[in-house]
């Protein structure tokens, strides 16, 4: 029978195996939101000699069917009651199917550039489909695991605080196992090492929660016409949303820039491993910061704060020709910073809202917002390497098949922009919305 346990009231702190077993999720979630963005477009221009702006098309378009399944997903999981509990068999279910997905998503075919790219967008379709299934749930389970609102923002620090641990093994680790294996290879290799670590955490959160209250005994909606007709009449979500998926393309387009801005503004491979320590690292230290900073001012304070700190950062890459290493790598530590809080706020703002949702209408919006969230946040995050790709393409980027190939200065000039400029323009475009009430409950 379904376990009928009631969500914890206002006050209440939940048991440390329920948290920790909560944020090992985000080792499968950082894992595959880091590694795709990071290295599929190299992997796609530069060794299977794709033309940027055809590259960033395949990476775009898997996601963007993400966009229309994503909903589809949270509904099948708002009506699933099992005898393990609601939404924990897709836990482990789709992180398993995203594992075995992933390791053959760099394993495929490479002697013609055609057939090795319809490759990689029908592999990275599936590997979509099944991080769907993983995810949604994931981001639903907050507001069904707590009422109360300090504790969300505490069960988001520590999912965050895995998400930078997560980002920062697979960010760093896999180019380092890419490299040390070298050639198509190391891309293999690799994509077998991640999709250890995606198992890892969707074996974790699945275990962590098992004792963890579910879900409330609540009418789902059924129908399309539902689904739109939630999410127009809840503002707060979509506003929240908007911001976030507006952020989600900077953030995007920033992690699709780091290989290129090593290798062809800098000219050292070596630094990207800094670089993306200096981005990701700073998390595990100001988590405990902007926890006090939401206790204090608030969680949308805390969020349009983190905004400025990383649009800042970010402006600060644009230096990167004339600076030193050193001062760039002090500039990506900077967006490390606000990335931490551009992170945790939103998440930690999204389970207030539905949670009021609910309590307004009766009826279970977990899953049905989550998988709108996701859907959003996978669109924002796809459209960030397709968008860097097109600056690449503007800029004259000529891609390879593995080979060393010496850049035109548009092409420099176009990986700098496409770092510094476009990511702050995004982030910062998500301001106007969060001068909006959203709810805070």
Same mark, same amino acid.
């Given at each position: 029978?379904?376990?009928? =346990?009631? !969500?914890?009231?206002?006050?209440?702190?939940?048991?440390? #195996?329920? #948290?920790? %077993? +909560? =944020?090992?999720?985000?080792?499968?979630? %950082?894992?595959?939101?880091? !590694?795709? %963005?990071?290295? @599929?477009?190299? +992997? @796609?221009?530069d060794t299977l000699a794709v033309? /940027?702006? =055809?590259?960033?098309?395949? !990476?775009?378009?898997?996601?963007?069917? &993400?966009? @229309?399944?994503?909903? !589809? /997903?949270?509904r099948i999981s708002d009506r699933t009651r099992t005898r393990i509990g609601p939404r924990r068999p897709y836990l482990i279910g789709g992180g398993v199917a995203l594992a075995i997905c992933f390791a053959g998503l760099f394993a495929g075919p490479t002697t013609s550039s055609t057939g090795a790219a319809l490759y990689v967008a029908g592999m990275f379709l599936l590997c979509a489909t099944a991080f769907a299934f993983f995810q949604v749930p994931y981001n639903a389970l907050p =507001?069904?695991?707590?009422? &109360?609102p300090t504790e969300r923002t505490r069960l988001t620090a520590w999912r965050i605080a895995v998400l930078a641990i997560a980002i920062l093994v697979s960010g760093a680790g896999a180019p380092a196992v890419r490299d040390a294996v070298g050639g198509t290879d190391g891309y293999r290799v690799m994509g077998v090492a991640v999709g250890v670590l995606i198992v890892v955490g969707a074996v974790g959160v699945f275990l962590g929660t098992a004792r963890a209250p579910h879900t409330r005994v609540l009418p789902s909606v059924s129908s399309w016409g539902e689904v739109v007709q939630a999410i127009r009449e809840c503002r707060p979500f979509r506003w929240l949303l908007g911001a976030f998926v507006v952020q989600a393309v900077g953030i995007g387009t920033m992690l699709a820039g780091v290989d290129y801005l090593a290798r062809v503004a800098i000219g050292d491979k070596g630094v990207q491993p800094l670089l993306f320590v200096a981005f990701v690292a700073p998390a595990l230290l100001v988590m405990p910061v902007w926890q006090r900073v939401s206790a204090r001012y608030g969680k949308r304070t805390g969020y349009v704060l983190a905004t400025l700190v990383f649009a800042v950062g970010a402006l600060g890459l644009l230096g990167t020709r004339v600076l030193p290493v050193g001062v760039v790598i002090a500039c990506a530590a900077v967006v490390g910073v606000g990335y931490a809080g551009v992170q945790v706020f939103p998440l930690a703002m999204l389970p207030d809202v539905i949670s009021a949702e609910e309590r307004r209408t009766g009826q279970i919006r977990a899953g049905l917002f989550a998988g709108v969230w996701t859907a959003g946040e996978t669109l924002g995050l796809a459209l960030g390497p397709a968008l860097y790709g097109l600056v690449l393409a503007i800029g004259g980027y000529v891609s390879s098949a593995g080979e060393d190939v010496a850049q035109p200065a548009g092409a420099v000039t176009a990986v700098v922009l496409g770092i510094g400029l476009v990511p702050a323009v995004f982030v910062l475009a998500g301001l106007p919305l969060l001068r909006r009430r959203i709810v805070e409950v």
């Open positions: 029978m379904m376990n009928s =346990a009631h !969500v914890p009231a206002v006050g209440h702190r939940l048991p440390v #195996r329920t #948290r920790l %077993g +909560y =944020a090992l999720g985000s080792l499968s979630t %950082g894992a595959f939101g880091t !590694v795709p %963005g990071l290295l @599929l477009l190299p +992997y @796609l221009t033309s /940027a702006s =055809a590259a960033g098309l395949l !990476v775009l378009l898997p996601k963007a069917w &993400d966009v @229309l399944f994503n909903p !589809v /997903a949270g =507001a069904e695991l707590t009422e &109360d």
